[in-house]
């Protein structure tokens, strides 16, 4: 089944990568009413603490309506101008500068704050009459449709309700000073600001639940996108399996060259790569039909081998394409390959006669093709082939 199959039931958690990948896509835990209900509440309590300036705002209201003479009308109303549009600025950041704050702080608090690049990239299907026209003829778009009259239809019920408690004191408002008045309407204004901020909290806690549900319901996966996420991440089963047996057997097999460096002192010949591979044969006539490999290694093993044969007086010839060949195609404790036997022959009687004490030239050693290996043991036909 491919993933993302939605025939298959999503019945799996998320998993972390996954998560991630839709953080990356900008699909992060937030709730437009939430924001809403925070930028009211805040606002509400800015315009209650900013009761206790009313009258100093209100007297410095008033200066911009008192004018100088006549002949300095056009540059008091220039300064009057630049005053007003510099306190209205500040007025606006000293208001504007906590709602951002609150409404950072509460997406920080909801999913985080999420820079998404991929999700703020151009996308020119968006361009697509139809297609804007399938969005807007939704199930998603009557839904919001709902929840926007709904919305509408309590909090004016709730506005409504507060404002019956207030609406008895509008009758004094002709009959009472600026300010009482001004009193009057200001306490109007805030309570009904009040009950409205508890309505949007309500809405905005049921939107929260909402968008933790369908955020939730949208990251679910089914087994087999769980399966596929790790194999893509940690590799198939049969991969590691096989990583394994591999490790394993390095392992095995370097205990088995360890346990028989103590049989270098037997050889009879040592070949070597010079420094990467060795080998150590013995070949005694009637005592073996065929040449058997006592010791191999590679590496730091070579050298604990050519050091031990050095010590123990044996012959150490140097045939880089036979040492791989026999590392390649040899067993510790068998018979060499006999495709390897005119080889190791010429190489072992190189060596009689140098323990007999005859000059001798080291012998040219001629391999079929076959049993070229390159150091990591590809055969060198292949390795040409693959290049």
């Known amino acids: 089944m491919a993933e993302g199959d939605d025939s298959e039931e999503k019945s799996q958690e998320p998993t972390e990568k996954r998560k991630d990948d839709a953080r990356k896509d900008g699909q992060v835990l937030t709730s437009k009413e939430a924001f809403v209900f925070a930028s009211m509440a805040a606002g509400t309590g800015l315009l209650a603490l900013s009761a ?12 911009y309506f008192t004018m100088g003479s006549r002949a300095s009308l056009d540059d008091l109303m220039i300064s009057r ?16 500068t906590p709602l951002a704050l609150v409404a950072i702080g509460l997406q920080m608090a909801m999913g985080g704050i999420n820079f998404a690049p ?14 804007g026209l399938g969005r807007m003829a939704s199930v998603q778009s009557l839904v919001e449709l709902g929840k926007g009259i709904l919305k509408v239809v ?62 939730r319901k949208k990251l679910m996966m089914s087994f087999q996108e769980v399966k596929q996420e790790s194999k893509e991440s940690n590799g198939s089963p049969e991969l590691k399996g096989r990583i394994r047996r591999m490790q394993m057997e390095a392992s095995q097999r370097g205990a088995e060259q360890r346990a028989a460096l103590g049989n270098v002192v037997n050889a009879t010949a040592i070949v070597t790569n010079p420094i990467h591979f060795a080998v150590a044969l013995r070949y005694v006539p009637g005592e073996t039909a065929a040449p058997m490999i006592l010791a191999m290694g590679k590496g730091p093993m070579a050298q604990e081998i050519i050091a031990r044969g050095k010590g123990a ?17 040899g067993t510790i404790g068998t018979e060499i390959s006999d495709r390897l036997f005119g080889a190791v022959a010429a190489i072992l009687a190189h060596v009689y006669r140098l323990d007999r004490g005859e000059y001798s030239d080291p012998p040219d050693v001629t391999l079929p093709r076959e049993l070229l290996f390159t150091e990591h043991g590809r055969p060198i036909n292949e390795a040409q082939n693959g290049a």
Not at 52 to 63: D, I, K, M, N, Y
Request: charged share 10%; with cysteine; proline share 3%.
């Open 52 to 63: 206790a300036f009313g009258p100093q705002v209100l007297e410095r209201w008033t200066t």
């Open 118 to 131: 991929k999700a703020a990239s151009f996308n020119f299907g968006k361009l697509n009459p139809l297609t």
């Open 81 to 96: 101008l630049s005053e007003f549009w510099v306190e209205f600025l500040v007025g606006g950041l000293a208001f504007a």
């Open 313 to 329: 007086g044996v012959h150490v010839l140097q045939s880089p394409p036979l040492a791989r060949a026999l590392y390649f195609t």
């Open 154 to 215: 309590a909090l004016g019920g709730l506005a409504i309700f507060a404002l019956k408690g207030e609406i008895v004191g509008f009758d004094r408002l002709s009959g009472v000073d600026t300010a009482i008045g001004l009193s009057i309407l200001w306490g109007a204004i805030l309570t009904t600001l009040a009950w409205l901020c508890l309505g949007l909290a309500g809405i905005g806690a049921l939107d929260f639940a909402w968008a933790m549900v369908s955020m």
